[in-house]
């Protein structure tokens, strides 16, 4: 079963949709990050977590 590291990103209630999808697309090429979960909260901002695989790397013993 693949691990994953996680990141909570907040999006506060005066950022448009247009601007919150921008940063999460930056999130997405620069950082390798993929949406896990996102939620609107009674005030009016998002609560996003970002979730990206973890590689681990076996050493070579030779």
């Known amino acids: 079963m693949p691990e994953y590291e996680f990141v909570d990103v ?3 209630r005066g950022v448009s949709r247009k601007e919150a ?3 999460l697309t930056d999130h997405a090429e ?3 990050w993929e949406l ?3 939620s609107l909260l009674r005030d009016g ?6 979730r990206r695989r973890i590689i681990r790397q076996v050493r070579a013993t030779w």
């Not at 901002?45 to 970002?50: A, E, P």
């Open 10 to 12: 907040h999006v506060p």
């Open 21 to 23: 999808a921008r940063l």
């Open 30 to 32: 620069y950082g390798h």
């Open 36 to 38: 896990d979960r996102l």
């Open 45 to 50: 901002s998002r609560k996003v977590r970002l």
